[in-house]
């Protein structure tokens, strides 16, 4: 017999070998019966978004109310161990928006989708509420209630418990985490939506009247937790965005956030309240992220703590564990242009420019006009040298604020440093004249300044910075404009007044 015929052809083999491998699955299968039972299950962790309830009241001013409740469910949810919330930001998206449950549940990377209307008649609330798979936008629970106002909050629980309940099919860990406190009025609450509602508007007017909302529904009930944070969240954004000077803002915003905590230590959002005072005021690096971590853990779902823990991380320049927190946030938040802003300045501060633009765009594509998108981009152009471009973005916020010190700053400073010492001179007096009118900060004098070489002026306003306790000096160690600057003598001694790591 020749070498050759001591084998099988090839096709014979691979024959061969499928029967054996069949024949022993089944002998196998047969003698160890328990195998299949043995197998360990996947963790799968389940994860919803909220859409706004429809307000199908008679009175379209109640959409507050519906926004609020809307607000409170995905709150309550939030605190459900095991399930991703997405944040409201990004569910809000789809308020009064022709969609499907499919593209919605796409676009939030959920699972599931809680949709429903709330109508108010008299003293009466009804909701009805649809829990929907998005795979195959089949209904999983429908809910109808008829309630009592002052019902509303055992109506918002049997809400809750219904949905955790179907959703324990799914999950394999479903248990309700620390519950934060509950108003004991219908009609403080009721002042609370009202506040939350302006707070989630952003415009000085709106911050300033959700803290008369907030402090409205404390006078009814002086154990309202949230009500506290709510105000701290609302200096906290007045002083950020130098609408008000910050010594009129960030120690109101102190003692509303400790008040809150004293009341209710499981709130999140007072203790991540702290974080950003400790953060942008106070400049104590250790409690700010030790407050930011504490408001991640009573509420791992909660969007805005990873967003201000990863300014900080940014500051720090610990860039990349920044992008990691950014990243979360950016999965709780998918379509919050906030967020993909946020963490292009964190980009921005790392100098890496270009994909600090990529990721403006991303959020410019969310919302064309979100103001602090196009503050990042322009600094990002400038960054580069595209000066042109970068006024372009700078006047497109001016277009629409213009007193605002923080856009006039940016632009005062490109004209100066691109030669236009005419048009940069033109800002600087018009912000010196408006500081006789309004608060204007003296960093943003100080970046015009600088814009036009002036170093004694430069460092006189940064001491005024200082003295005013500018948010904007966590930035000085990072902010690429100022590198110019930093052989002076004067400009270390402000990096180590602020007490910035080295």
């Given at each position: 017999m020749?070498?050759?015929?001591?084998?099988?052809?090839p096709?014979?083999?691979?024959?061969?070998l499928i029967?054996?491998?069949?024949?022993g699955?089944?002998?196998f299968s047969?003698?160890?019966?328990v195998i299949?039972e043995?197998?360990?299950?996947?963790?799968?962790v389940?994860?919803?978004?909220?859409?706004p309830?429809a307000?199908?009241?008679?009175?379209?001013?109640?959409?507050y109310?519906?926004?609020?409740?809307?607000?409170?469910?995905q709150?309550?949810?939030?605190?459900l161990?095991?399930?991703k919330?997405?944040?409201?930001?990004?569910?809000?998206?789809?308020?009064?928006?022709?969609f499907s449950?499919r593209?919605?549940?796409?676009?939030l990377?959920v699972?599931?989708?809680?949709?429903?209307?709330?109508?108010?008649?008299?003293?009466r609330?009804?909701?009805?509420?649809?829990l929907?798979?998005?795979?195959d936008s089949?209904?999983?629970?429908?809910?109808?209630?008829?309630?009592?106002?002052?019902?509303?909050?055992?109506?918002?629980?049997?809400?809750?418990?219904a949905?955790?309940e179907?959703?324990?099919?799914?999950?394999?860990?479903?248990?309700?985490?620390?519950e934060?406190?509950r108003?004991t009025?219908?009609?403080?609450y009721?002042?609370?939506?009202?506040?939350r509602?302006?707070?989630?508007?952003?415009?000085?007017?709106?911050?300033k009247?959700?803290?008369?909302?907030?402090?409205?529904?404390?006078?009814?009930?002086?154990?309202?937790?949230?009500?506290?944070?709510g105000?701290?969240?609302c200096?906290?954004?007045?002083?950020?965005?130098?609408?008000?000077a910050?010594?009129?803002?960030?120690?109101k915003?102190l003692?509303?956030a400790t008040?809150?905590v004293?009341l209710?230590a499981?709130?999140?959002?007072?203790?991540?309240?702290?974080?950003?005072?400790?953060?942008?005021y106070?400049?104590?690096?250790?409690?700010a992220?030790q407050?930011?971590?504490?408001?991640?853990a009573?509420?791992?779902n909660?969007?805005?703590?990873?967003?201000?823990?990863?300014?900080?991380?940014?500051a720090?320049?610990?860039?990349?564990e920044?992008?990691?927190?950014?990243?979360?946030?950016?999965e709780l938040?998918?379509?919050?242009a906030?967020?993909?802003?946020?963490?292009?300045?964190?980009f921005y501060?790392?100098r890496?420019?270009d994909?600090?633009?990529?990721?403006?765009?991303?959020?410019?594509?969310?919302?064309?006009?979100y103001?602090?998108?196009?503050?990042?981009?322009?600094?990002c152009?400038?960054?580069?040298?595209?000066?042109?471009e970068?006024?372009?973005?700078?006047k497109?916020?001016?277009a629409s604020?213009?007193?605002?010190s923080?856009?006039?700053?940016q632009?005062?400073?490109v004209y100066?440093?691109?030669?236009?010492k005419i048009?940069s001179?033109?800002?600087?007096?018009?912000?010196?004249?408006l500081?006789?009118?309004?608060f204007?900060?003296a960093y943003?004098?100080?970046?015009?300044y600088?814009?036009?070489?002036?170093?004694?002026?430069?460092?006189k306003?940064?001491?005024?910075?200082?003295e005013?306790?500018?948010?904007?000096?966590?930035?000085?160690?990072?902010?690429?404009r100022w590198?110019?600057?930093?052989?002076?003598?004067?400009?270390a001694e402000?990096?180590n007044?602020?007490g910035l790591?080295?």
């Amino acid at each position: 017999m020749t070498r050759n015929k001591l084998f099988l052809k090839p096709g014979l083999v691979i024959v061969f070998l499928i029967v054996v491998a069949i024949t022993g699955y089944f002998i196998f299968s047969k003698l160890n019966p328990v195998i299949k039972e043995k197998k360990e299950p996947v963790n799968i962790v389940q994860s919803i978004a909220v859409l706004p309830f429809a307000n199908i009241s008679k009175d379209s001013s109640q959409e507050y109310f519906s926004d609020g409740l809307t607000d409170g469910i995905q709150n309550s949810l939030a605190h459900l161990k095991g399930l991703k919330v997405c944040a409201r930001t990004s569910s809000f998206e789809f308020k009064k928006k022709n969609f499907s449950i499919r593209e919605a549940g796409k676009k939030l990377s959920v699972r599931t989708i809680l949709e429903g209307s709330v109508q108010i008649e008299g003293d009466r609330v009804i909701i009805t509420a649809n829990l929907v798979n998005v795979a195959d936008s089949l209904t999983l629970w429908s809910g109808k209630y008829d309630e009592n106002m002052d019902n509303i909050f055992a109506l918002q629980d049997k809400i809750i418990n219904a949905i955790a309940e179907k959703l324990s099919i799914t999950l394999l860990q479903n248990e309700s985490g620390t519950e934060t406190k509950r108003p004991t009025s219908a009609a403080a609450y009721k002042l609370y939506l009202k506040g939350r509602s302006s707070l989630n508007k952003r415009t000085p007017p709106e911050l300033k009247k959700g803290i008369d909302f907030f402090t409205e529904a404390i006078a009814i009930d002086t154990s309202y937790a949230a009500a506290y944070a709510g105000i701290a969240d609302c200096y906290n954004a007045l002083g950020y965005g130098s609408y008000v000077a910050p010594k009129d803002a960030f120690p109101k915003a102190l003692e509303a956030a400790t008040r809150a905590v004293k009341l209710d230590a499981t709130l999140a959002e007072p203790h991540a309240s702290l974080g950003f005072y400790n953060f942008y005021y106070q400049w104590d690096w250790d409690a700010a992220e030790q407050e930011f971590r504490t408001a991640i853990a009573l509420n791992p779902n909660y969007e805005l703590a990873y967003d201000w823990y990863g300014y900080y991380l940014t500051a720090m320049e610990r860039f990349g564990e920044a992008e990691v927190i950014f990243r979360k946030a950016a999965e709780l938040d998918p379509l919050s242009a906030p967020v993909y802003t946020d963490m292009g300045f964190s980009f921005y501060y790392g100098r890496n420019y270009d994909s600090a633009i990529k990721k403006l765009e991303q959020s410019l594509q969310i919302n064309s006009e979100y103001p602090l998108a196009h503050i990042w981009l322009g600094r990002c152009f400038q960054a580069k040298k595209m000066y042109p471009e970068a006024i372009a973005e700078f006047k497109r916020i001016l277009a629409s604020a213009p007193h605002w010190s923080v856009a006039m700053a940016q632009i005062g400073n490109v004209y100066g440093v691109s030669g236009d010492k005419i048009n940069s001179q033109n800002v600087l007096d018009t912000m010196i004249l408006l500081s006789q009118k309004q608060f204007v900060t003296a960093y943003g004098v100080a970046l015009v300044y600088a814009g036009l070489d002036e170093k004694d002026n430069v460092f006189k306003w940064l001491d005024q910075a200082y003295e005013e306790r500018s948010n904007w000096l966590v930035w000085v160690k990072s902010d690429p404009r100022w590198i110019p600057f930093q052989s002076d003598k004067r400009y270390a001694e402000l990096v180590n007044k602020v007490g910035l790591p080295r």
